[in-house]
């Protein structure tokens, strides 16, 4: 069973980082590709990061490029999203999710398409 649990999330002030972690198991990376997605209030869930092999360059949202870093530790089966320099509109519930690898997998990673497994999320506030 794809099992996939986010923590780190808090509360921060614009300005300053956090390091959310998700925490997997039930399947390997050779076999699924990974995201970071986003859902602020009253707005649709979007992608902010993703990998589609463990030891590839991760592919970021524009919004989130040159602020967050996407990683992963295969041996610790757990993928990691650094973001520095938060702002106020940083604030969401972050989820990660996974998507089994197939016919055109790459293209559906990168555009954050089609995702098969989700986590609970964890919720990051940016506020003074």
């Known amino acids: 069973e794809v099992q996939l649990v986010e923590s780190g999330g808090g509360l921060v002030q614009p300005g300053g980082s956090l390091r959310l972690s998700c925490t997997t198991s039930g399947f390997t990376f050779d076999d699924y590709a990974i995201a970071w997605f986003r859902q602020a209030p009253g707005k649709e869930r979007v992608g902010v990061a993703s990998l589609s092999e463990a030891d590839s360059t991760a592919n970021y949202a524009e919004s989130v490029k040159g602020r967050f870093t996407m990683t992963s530790d295969v041996a610790k089966n757990t993928v990691y999203l650094q973001m520095n320099t938060l702002k106020p509109e940083d604030t969401a519930s972050y989820y990660c999710?996974?998507?089994?690898?197939?016919?055109?997998?790459?293209?559906?990673?990168?555009?954050?398409?089609?995702?098969?497994?989700w986590g609970q999320g964890t919720q990051v506030t940016v506020s003074s």
């Open positions: 999710a996974v998507l089994k690898k197939r016919l055109g997998y790459q293209y559906l990673v990168r555009t954050f398409r089609s995702f098969d497994y």
